[in-house]
């Protein structure tokens, strides 16, 4: 059915006169006449009453134009909200993130922010380690990554957004807890808790790298399969543990973080995408960080 029919029958049923209804829309009046014989021939009845001076819908235009006017409005809603969701202004987003990337206040800021700006997107986060999110962004399932230790592929493309200093986590009570600052030496002679290398491998590859590099061989007593429970075997007191600076955000009472001389290890935290992208709703998203 052609919209311009519907829209031609809808003005003369609201004018009540095939002459006024030609000089709103601007066509002559022998047009509007045809197109509106057209939908009378193809329903298979009259669609207005005429009369010398006007027109009149009949109980079956009456139906028609309730149900014309729905198909108009229902197409209007349609074009303005492909519009809208052309400008990334309406949409959803899936986000992929780390443990580390959900406990940033930067980044939920920014998402606070996106959401003020663009209130009918809507977002979908799922909780996975950088690998994970990886192997979800190639297969589409995810529009976005929050990763460390991004992979160098042609296909993605990256924005670092944060730099995440490692610290050394220490029970309170611990006797080295009181310093400002934690030499190497210092922990020689401390047992470690670390999270399973299986798991983090490249970032523990480099923080063990430069720890021999500084002179300390860590003395692993514990291993945790992530930093939650990494946090509380330290709590605990079995021994420390090397963590990043943003889980300050989250600690507990009974743990607390120092930095450690010369220990310039950090982990970059990126927004990584595909570089064919054509979310316009991405595009916004991604905006707001570049933005500062």
């Known amino acids: ?25 601007h066509v002559a009046q022998s047009a ?25 819908l009949t109980p079956v235009g009456r139906v028609f134009a309730e149900e014309a ?36 206040r930067l980044i939920a800021s920014k998402i606070r922010a996106f959401q003020t700006v663009h209130p009918d997107i ?9 690998q994970e999110q990886v192997v979800a962004l190639q297969g589409g399932r995810i529009d976005l990554a929050i990763l460390i230790e991004r992979p160098e592929r042609e296909e993605f493309n990256h924005l670092t957004i944060t730099r995440d200093p490692f610290h050394i986590a220490l029970a309170r009570d611990h006797p ?3 310093r400002p600052s934690i030499s190497v030496h210092d922990l020689t002679d401390e047992p470690f808790v670390t999270v399973k290398m299986s798991t983090f491998w490249l970032p523990q590859t480099r923080l063990l790298t430069r720890c021999r590099a500084l002179g300390l061989t860590p003395r692993i007593v514990q291993e945790a399969s992530n ?16 963590v990043n600076a943003s889980a300050r955000d989250t600690l507990g009472h009974d743990v607390v973080l120092r930095p450690v001389e010369g220990l310039d290890v950090t982990l970059d935290v990126d927004l990584v995408w595909q570089r064919n992208s054509q979310s316009a709703a991405l595009a916004n998203f991604l905006a707001i960080f570049r933005d500062g």
Do not use: C
């Not at 509007?32 to 009149?56: D, N, Q, T």
């Not at 809507?122 to 950088?130: A, P």
């Open 1 to 25: 059915m052609d919209l311009r029919k519907l829209r031609y029958f809808l003005t003369v049923a609201d004018y009540e006169n095939f002459h006024r209804a030609a000089d709103h829309l």
């Open 32 to 56: 509007l006449s045809r197109h509106v014989g057209e939908l009378e021939a193809r329903i298979g009845a009259p669609l207005f009453e005429r009369f010398p001076k006007g027109v009149r």
């Open 69 to 104: 006017r729905n198909t108009i409005g229902a197409m209007d809603r349609a074009y303005s909200r492909a519009k809208r969701a052309a400008s990334g202004e309406l949409g959803r987003l899936t986000i992929g993130m780390n443990d580390i990337a959900a406990r940033n």
């Open 122 to 130: 809507e977002f979908d986060f799922e909780l996975m380690v950088s």
């Open 176 to 178: 080295l807890s009181s």
């Open 227 to 242: 930093d939650q429970m990494q946090m509380s075997f330290i709590a605990a007191g079995l021994g420390v543990g090397f």
